[in-house]
């Protein structure tokens, strides 16, 4: 009996919580409306289609992110696809029209001064060009996200590093995010190019799948024919923990994956040891105290001999933490190195490392810019990967 009033309560909160959700996203809808539709009459059908466009696209965002994607039918997950289709062409309606604002603006002031033509010379050819920019920016990034990742490479100097694992080849691929618009195909085409790069050894870096076992499993599975020397290993990463952790780390390791939680493997090559320790996802002791993620833990008890120390670490803000707890190089992903312009410029102040190769307290740190994508089907200005990375000896006297 008490229960129900709790459970009430909850059910009443997000409602509230959808409420406000739905409406965030009609009014900034409504805004991008009020400025570019008046000012596309010049352009017969532009303006009456950018506003069917803007209705649909109010109802379809909200729709793709909350609907459900268990046992999704066909008619729900193209309801998904094109809500998302429209989150990534909305985003760029969005900014482009604050910048044309911005620069409306400007262009009122200097008018007023005296010394220019004022917002009515610029208001049509603008919202035509914000328009235009948007489709445009929304079709390469749609062609940048479902291509095939390029392979990036990248040699990592390690002083001390033994001449038996010179050359010790790590590819690694990150925040795939099997869900309602990357299905099997999508991985089997990243699996194959993995494949092809005849790695030593292969790293997940977490945010794999967005959804549960029960629903992706059949579509994260050839992420088990991944094919290297020493294995395929997994960290989790924050989505793994919205998708059922416990669930999907039993998974994988179904899958044959080696799933590292705060604990390390040491691997055996050309008469050398090498460590590859993982830890938890940053975040991961909100979703399970259990799971608080602790590099310190992750290394103790390696060789103390080991000819290199490596951790995957989902998140690079975790880079303090392994740099203190001894380790060589760590191996991170998801910022997705912003995805899409702009918000590429916004991650760091999230992360301290958005992309590419770093230096922590004398260890490398690697983050990796996504091997898939999240969210819309959008990649532009900011390319996924796969990572092909390569242990070398550094030269005498480079730390």
Do not use: K
Request: hydrophobic content about 50%; aromatic content about 8%.
């Amino acid at each position: 009996r008490r229960a129900r009033p709790a459970a009430s309560g909850m059910s009443q909160r997000r409602a509230l919580h959808r409420f406000y959700f739905f409406g965030l996203i009609g009014l900034v809808h409504a805004y991008v409306w009020l400025r570019l539709v008046p000012d596309l009459g010049a352009v017969p059908g532009l303006a009456p289609a950018l506003a069917v466009v803007l209705a649909a696209s109010a109802v379809l965002i909200p729709t793709s992110m909350l609907a459900r994607r268990r046992s999704a039918g066909r008619l729900l997950l193209g309801a998904i696809w094109l809500g998302l289709l429209c989150m990534g062409l909305f985003s760029s309606l969005f900014v482009l029209t604050l910048l044309r604002d911005l620069v409306l603006a400007g262009a009122s002031a200097l008018a007023w001064f005296g010394t220019g033509g004022g917002h009515a010379v610029l208001a049509g050819p603008s919202a035509l060009f914000v328009v235009a920019a948007s489709l445009l920016m929304s079709v390469a990034g749609f062609v940048g996200a479902r291509r095939v990742a390029r392979v990036v490479r990248v040699d990592i100097p390690l002083r001390g590093l033994p001449a038996g694992l010179d050359g010790f080849t790590i590819a690694q691929i990150s925040d795939i995010h099997v869900g309602s618009t990357i299905r099997a195909p999508y991985v089997r085409r990243i699996v194959d190019a993995v494949n092809r790069l005849r790695p030593d050894m292969v790293a997940i870096t977490g945010d794999l799948v967005d959804g549960s076992v029960a629903d992706l499993a059949p579509h994260a599975r050839p992420l088990a024919e991944l094919a290297s020397r020493h294995g395929t290993f997994f960290v989790t990463g924050n989505h793994e923990y919205y998708s059922g952790a416990h669930a999907w780390v039993e998974a994988l390791r179904g899958m044959g994956m080696r799933v590292l939680m705060n604990e390390h493997a040491v691997l055996r090559h050309a008469g050398q040891e090498l460590v590859v320790a993982g830890i938890t996802d940053y975040s991961a002791h909100q979703f399970d105290p259990a799971h608080r993620s602790d590099p310190q833990r992750a290394i103790d008890g390696a060789p103390a001999g080991a000819g290199a120390r490596v951790v995957l670490a989902h998140q690079p803000r975790s880079a303090a933490a392994t740099a203190a707890a001894g380790f060589d190089l760590q191996l991170s992903g998801h910022t997705h190195g912003g995805q899409f312009l702009p918000w590429n410029f916004f991650v760091r102040l999230q992360q301290p490392f958005v992309t590419g190769l770093h230096r922590q307290d004398g260890m490398w740190v690697y983050v990796n810019r996504g091997t898939g994508y999240w969210g819309p089907p959008m990649r532009f200005g900011v390319p996924s990967e796969i990572t092909l990375l390569r242990l070398v000896r550094a030269p005498d006297g480079e730390a």
